[in-house]
């Protein structure tokens, strides 16, 4: 599931919005053009209060974006690359990333971006990270979802027309 389909919105002001960002370490280049891109979304959406919060890997996501949610931001963005090695430890990683993630969603009922790449490759995530060559550019596509859901969720809160 990628690529093809993805909408293709103007960027709204967001510039009410508190946005936090938790990045994973693991695949550096790659997690380097994934938060580049959350930033230029920010910037782009007028966000100007956020944090970035580094966690060692894509497992430790959901439990400091549980955190977050729960301070007062109105969106939290997850990022992270997992790639396919030799062993079950992808599936299990981004099982508990994703899971994790849809949970604290659920939970907190603030909007969560999931920018989480899983891939075969390094190549296949370098396509994907908004890096020169990149046909897609996650960090920014994940971060637009979030700020655009935290928008509705306001909304919504302030029983203000929808749509
Ligand atoms: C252990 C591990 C492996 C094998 N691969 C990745 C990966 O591709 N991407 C990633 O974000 N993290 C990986 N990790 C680390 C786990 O997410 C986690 O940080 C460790 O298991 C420690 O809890």
Redesign the pocket.
């Known amino acids: 599931m990628s690529g093809p389909g993805a909408p293709d919105t103007e960027p709204v002001d967001c510039h009410e919005l508190r946005v936090a960002v938790v990045a994973?370490s693991?695949?550096e280049q790659v997690m380097d053009g994934l938060v580049a891109g959350a930033q230029r979304a920010l910037v782009e959406h007028r966000v100007g209060n956020s944090v970035l919060v580094r966690v060692?890997?894509?497992?430790?996501l959901p439990v400091v974006a549980s955190a977050l949610a729960t301070q007062g931001f109105d969106a939290v963005v997850a990022l992270?690359?997992?790639?396919r090695?030799g062993t079950p430890?992808f599936e299990f990683?981004c099982r508990a990333a994703t899971d994790g993630l849809s949970r604290v969603a659920l939970d907190s009922g603030v909007a969560v971006g999931f920018g989480v790449l899983t891939c075969d490759t390094e190549e296949q995530a370098l396509a994907r990270c908004g890096v020169e060559g990149s046909q897609e550019d996650k960090g920014y596509q994940a971060t637009a979802a979030a700020l655009l859901t935290a928008t509705t969720l306001r909304r919504i809160k302030r029983r203000e027309p929808l749509g």
């Open positions: 994973a693991w695949h060692p890997g894509s497992f430790e992270g690359v997992v790639i090695g430890h990683v």
